[in-house]
């Protein structure tokens, strides 16, 4: 087994140097020091001393998050769920907004490493970037080398505890709903490409779809930024290329809702002349009117379950994996075509 004199010396550094970038030192070292390091811990396979992790571990009192967009109503619901149990632990929980950047998520890594904070939970979706998800799990493995633990919300490449909900078949069953109201001219309102939450709930639209004959044709599809205007835009694009259809599926609430306020400044009638249906069952789904028809996720239980599993100290963390069901919800934005 390599020891830290060993990492040091491959790296070209001091045993102490090497100790501070390993356990996530606040002492500032360069970036080409760390990567040096780093490289050498892969290198060598390099794992701290157990008794030193739980020494560590003891000290730890903080859990970083990070999330896309707090902001966000799905954010908001898993944050109350990760708060409410890391307040149960006595926990300080820090959050950091990425805002969809993955080269900022890589650098908050790093920040809440250096902070050694107690485990790292990633709130937000995966995506479909090799060089990005490489590097994340690089500094991944080296943070729970160190002692962190790690836990994701979602569908990522990191190989370790997850919550991952079933956005597949809440897909499938949104577009289920609407293939058996009769419609067939649906239009789309995804979410950013690069995510694999997007692709997911697509999959299972698609499903539904090829289970009745049909297709979602790409012209049908519009992808937005997972929040209010880009969906009301969104809508708009869809319904100026193609005035016939009969419904709209938005692959999140705040999407839908936008989509609801565009129709209804156009003078279009909800369900009446067009269906629409969202994902997520945020809070406000019920409240808007017409009441969304929704695909329901427990948001607030994904946080918490995510923060329970990295903070459960029984045993080593591993591929835990917890699946979480969707369900849909019906209200009254959609409803049977009409002639």
């Known amino acids: 087994m390599a020891t830290l004199a060993e990492v040091a010396k491959r790296a070209g550094v001091s045993p102490a140097t090497a100790s501070r970038i390993i356990n996530g030192s606040p002492k500032p070292v360069t970036d080409?020091?760390?990567?040096?390091?780093?490289?050498?811990?892969?290198?060598?396979?390099?794992?701290?001393?157990?008794?030193?992790?739980?020494?560590?571990?003891?000290?730890?009192s903080a859990i970083g998050?990070?999330?896309?967009?707090?902001?966000?109503?799905?954010?908001?619901?898993?944050?109350?769920?990760?708060?409410?149990?890391?307040?149960?632990?006595?926990?300080?929980?820090i959050?950091?907004?990425?805002?969809?950047?993955?080269?900022?998520?890589?650098?908050?890594?790093?920040?809440?490493?250096?902070?050694?904070?107690?485990?790292?939970?990633?709130?937000?979706?995966?995506?479909?970037?090799?060089?990005?998800?490489?590097?994340?799990?690089?500094?991944?493995?080296?943070?729970?080398?160190?002692g962190g633990r790690v836990a994701v919300i979602g569908r990522h490449q990191h190989a370790g505890d997850a919550v991952v909900p079933d956005n597949e078949m809440g897909g499938y069953l949104l577009g289920s709903e609407l293939y058996a109201l009769g419609h067939r001219r649906i239009g789309v309102i995804a979410g950013p490409k690069l995510l694999t939450t997007t692709t997911d709930r697509l999959s299972g639209l698609?499903?539904?779809?090829?289970?009745?004959?049909?297709?979602?044709?790409?012209?049908?599809?519009?992808?937005?930024?997972?929040?209010?205007?880009?969906?009301?835009?969104?809508?708009?694009?869809?319904?100026?290329?193609?005035?016939?259809?009969t419904a709209i599926a938005a692959l999140n609430d705040s999407m839908a809702i936008?989509?609801?306020?565009?129709?209804?400044?156009?003078?279009?009638?909800?369900?009446?002349?067009?269906?629409?249906?969202?994902?997520?069952?945020?809070?406000?789904?019920?409240?808007?009117?017409?009441a969304l028809t929704t695909v329901r996720l427990p948001l607030a239980e994904m946080g918490a379950r995510a923060m329970t599993l990295a903070l459960d100290g029984a045993g080593e963390p591993g591929n835990r994996i917890e699946e979480v069901g969707a369900e849909l919800i019906r209200r009254d934005s959609a409803g049977p075509v009409r002639p």
């Open 65 to 93: 998050v990070i999330v896309h967009d707090v902001s966000d109503p799905y954010f908001a619901e898993i944050t109350r769920g990760l708060q409410r149990v890391a307040t149960e632990h006595g926990r300080l929980v």
């Open 95 to 146: 959050i950091c907004n990425s805002y969809r950047d993955p080269a900022r998520e890589l650098e908050y890594v790093e920040l809440l490493r250096a902070h050694q904070v107690a485990a790292l939970v990633l709130a937000g979706s995966g995506y479909h970037d090799e060089d990005f998800t490489r590097a994340l799990v690089g500094k991944l493995q080296v943070y729970e080398k160190g």
């Open 32 to 60: 080409a020091l760390r990567e040096r390091v780093l490289a050498a811990v892969e290198e060598l396979q390099y794992v701290p001393n157990a008794h030193a992790q739980s020494l560590a571990r003891a000290n730890r």
């Open 206 to 245: 698609r499903r539904a779809a090829r289970e009745r004959g049909h297709e979602l044709p790409a012209a049908r599809i519009a992808y937005a930024d997972f929040d209010r205007d880009s969906g009301a835009e969104a809508a708009a694009a869809l319904l100026d290329a193609e005035p016939g259809l």
């Open 258 to 290: 936008g989509a609801l306020a565009l129709l209804r400044a156009r003078g279009i009638d909800v369900p009446g002349r067009v269906s629409v249906a969202g994902f997520d069952d945020m809070p406000v789904a019920r409240d808007v009117t017409p």
